[in-house]
C-alpha cells in the first residue's frame, strides 16, 4: 500500500546554521523535526529521504548540532525542505549551549516564513513530556501574520513496544486529541504513513 506521491526522487544536503542570522532563505515549503536528543530526529529524516546517512545520527545524544536543511524533490515535483533540530534535553550540554540552542530553535520555530508543519517526535516508550509540551505551545506563538505550523506528533522507536500494545499507545500518547503515528526504522511501512501525515498536515 504505498502512495507513489511521496516517493522521493532526489534529496540534498542544503545548509546548516548555528545562529539564526545564519539561517538560509527560504526557497519551498519547510517541516521542522523537533524532540529530545536521541528520540530518533535523524533517522526518521533518513527514512523520509530513502537515504542512508545524509542525515548524522549517532547513538550518543547530542549529535546534530545547529539546524540543518535538506531539499526533497518528490516524484509529483513537489519540493520541501526538511528541517533537522538539534535535540533538547541533554543533560551534558554545558549551560551556555543550551540557551543558545533553546534560543535558536525558539526563534526559528516562531518566525520562519514556509514553516508549514512541524513534527514533534517523542520517544513512544517515555511519551509526551514538559519539553515537549513547550514546543507545541511555541507554534501557535510568533506573528499574527503567519499560519500556525501544524503540529504531528511522531512515536518513535515503536519496534520497542510490543505489538498488541502499539494501536492503544498511539491513541494515547499525543494531548488534545491529536492523533500520533508511529514510526521505527525498524519498520519499513511506517515511512510512508508518516509521509501522508506530514502531507496532509500541510494542506
Ligand atoms: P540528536 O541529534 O542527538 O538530537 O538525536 P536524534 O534525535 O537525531 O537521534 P538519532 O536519529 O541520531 O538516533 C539516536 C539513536 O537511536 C541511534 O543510535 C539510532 O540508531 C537509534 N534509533 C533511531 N530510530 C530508531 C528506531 O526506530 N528503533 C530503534 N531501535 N533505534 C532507533
Ligand atoms: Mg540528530
Given at each position: 500500500m504505498t502512495d507513489p506521491t511521496a516517493t522521493v526522487l532526489d534529496a540534498r544536503f542544503t545548509a546548516q546554521a548555528a545562529t539564526l542570522v545564519q539561517l538560509p532563505p527560504p526557497v519551498s515549503v519547510?517541516?521542522?523535526?523537533?524532540?529530545?536528543?536521541?528520540?530518533g530526529k535523524s533517522s526518521l529524516l533518513n527514512s523520509l529521504m530513502n537515504r542512508r546517512n545524509l542525515a548524522r545520527t549517532s547513538?550518543?545524544?547530542?549529535?546534530?548540532r545547529g539546524i540543518t536543511f535538506f531539499e526533497v524533490k518528490t516524484r509529483d515535483a513537489s519540493l520541501f525542505t526538511l528541517v533537522d533540530l538539534p535535540g533538547y534535553g541533554y543533560a551534558q550540554r554545558s549551560k551556555s549551549e543550551k540557551i543558545g540552542w533553546g534560543h535558536l530553535i525558539?526563534?526559528?520555530?516562531t518566525t520562519r516564513p514556509g514553516l508549514l508543519?512541524?513534527?514533534l517526535l517523542v520517544d513512544a516508550r517515555r511519551g509526551?513530556?514538559?519539553d515537549d509540551l513547550g514546543v507545541l505551545e511555541l507554534l501557535t506563538k510568533g506573528a499574527r501574520t503567519r499560519k500556525a505550523p501544524t503540529p504531528v506528533v511522531i512515536a518513535t522507536k515503536l519496534d520497542k513496544v510490543p505489538r498488541p500494545q502499539?494501536?492503544?499507545?498511539?491513541?494515547?500518547?499525543?494531548?488534545?486529541?491529536?492523533r500520533a503515528v508511529g514510526f521505527s526504522t525498524?519498520?519499513?511501512?511506517?515511512t510512508e504513513l508518516v509521509w501522508?501525515?506530514?502531507?496532509?498536515?500541510?494542506?
Open positions: 519547510e517541516i521542522a523535526f523537533a524532540g529530545r536528543s536521541n528520540v547513538s550518543t545524544p547530542g549529535c546534530t525558539d526563534g526559528y520555530l508543519a512541524c513534527a509526551i513530556e514538559d502499539r494501536q492503544k499507545l498511539l491513541k494515547e500518547i499525543a494531548p488534545n486529541g491529536l525498524e519498520l519499513p511501512e511506517t501522508r501525515s506530514l502531507r496532509a498536515a500541510m494542506v
